[in-house]
């Protein structure tokens, strides 16, 4: 079955850094887009960044580009999200998710459980 596992999750200080992973299993990896997306306390879910099921390309939300990296390693079956410059407003659970295609159109078929970044001095 499919399953996905964050980590990397925690408290960091403003203009801190962390890097998330999330671990997939139970489907082939390198043929599907991957995708983070993040929940606020009291907040929708906000999508945050996607990858190409290669890697070949990138997409932010307007809220962390330029702070934020998306990789992967289809080797290992992970995908990565490097956050850096963290801000307050970055406080949230962030999820991964696994995409239907191989583009990251935000056609997500299974979600991680989450992984908690906290940010704050």
């Known amino acids: 079955q499919v399953q996905l596992v964050e980590s990397g999750g925690g408290l960091a200080q403003p203009g801190g850094s962390l890097r998330l992973s999330c671990a997939a299993s139970?489907?082939?990896?390198?043929?599907?887009?991957m995708s983070w997306a993040r929940q606020a306390p009291g907040k929708g879910l906000e999508w945050v960044s996607g990858i190409y099921s290669d890697g070949s390309d990138t997409y932010y939300a307007d809220s962390v580009k330029g702070r934020f990296t998306i990789s992967r390693d289809n080797a290992k079956n992970t995908v990565y999200l490097q956050m850096n410059s963290l801000k307050p407003e970055d406080t949230a659970l962030y999820y991964c998710a696994k995409e239907s295609t191989i583009a990251p159109y935000g056609e997500y078929d299974y979600w991680g459980q989450g992984t908690q970044v906290t940010v704050s001095s």
């Open positions: 139970g489907f082939t990896f390198s043929s599907y887009a």
